[in-house]
């Protein structure tokens, strides 16, 4: 008789980062974890100075079109926080706070946007 187990790895995602300076970094966003949390969690520098709330952009980053087409609709307060920041992106840029998990987006790249 076998049993199966899944290991926490295999139930995250995982997500290729680019850093402000080009860099990547592969890291595993877990269950429960809005993208903003997997970045910070990985201690890649996203300020998210609000704390998740959607009141800063201070967790800007950019989707590649295809992903940012399969998400939920922006809010009209994320994308109000949005078109103020440095390099908004009409179709790619997402408030990393706001992307919650899902296995669909696993092996996604995700840039941070420039620094605010």
Known sequence: MSSTSISNTAISTKLTVVDREGATHDLEWEPGQSMMEALRDND???????????????????????????????????????????????????????????????GVTVTLAPEE
């Open 44 to 106: 890649l520098p996203v300020l998210a100075s609000c704390g998740g709330t959607a009141s800063c952009a201070t967790c800007h980053v950019f989707l590649e079109q295809e992903v940012f087409d399969t998400l939920e609709e922006r809010s009209e307060d994320e994308l109000e926080l949005l078109v103020e920041a440095e390099g908004y992106r009409e179709c790619g840029s997402r408030l990393s706070c706001q992307v919650g998990f899902s296995r669909d987006l696993n």
